[in-house]
């Protein structure tokens, strides 16, 4: 099993930066990653990493503003946003998988960019 708990969410005025943490107690399968879920839209992938070689996987609205990583212990995930737009507000969630299929999910953190 795994627990996965989100944090580092809050409101932020457009092109400022935030950081999002999840950190993780238990077995990671190979991956993990960020989702987010705006208000009335499905949850939609933000980027993923490869949990022991670091390779990492963007969506293409995020790729040149977003970084994800993991600390050196491998217990803690990130989510370095940059230059957030209101279009980024969504609650953002961390998830365990294996790069296809994701089977565990935190809680959620709320981020909303104000224009």
């Known amino acids: 099993q795994v627990r996965l708990v989100e944090s580092g969410g809050g409101l932020v005025q457009a092109g400022d930066s935030l950081r999002l943490s999840c950190e993780i107690s238990?077995?990671?399968?190979?991956?993990m990653a960020w989702f987010r879920q705006a208000p009335g839209q499905d949850r939609k992938f933000v980027a993923d990493?490869?949990?022991?070689?670091?390779?990492?996987y963007y969506a293409a609205s995020v790729a040149d503003r977003f970084t994800i990583s993991r600390d050196s212990a491998k217990t803690t995930l990130y989510l370095q946003m940059n230059n957030l737009k209101p279009e980024d507000t969504a609650v953002y969630y961390c998830?365990?998988?294996?790069?296809?299929?994701?089977?565990?999910w935190g809680q959620g953190t709320q981020v909303t960019v104000s224009s």
């Open positions: 998830a365990r998988g294996d790069h296809a299929t994701w089977d565990a």
């Open positions: 238990g077995y990671v399968i190979s991956h």
């Open positions: 990493i490869n949990w022991v070689a670091g390779t990492t």
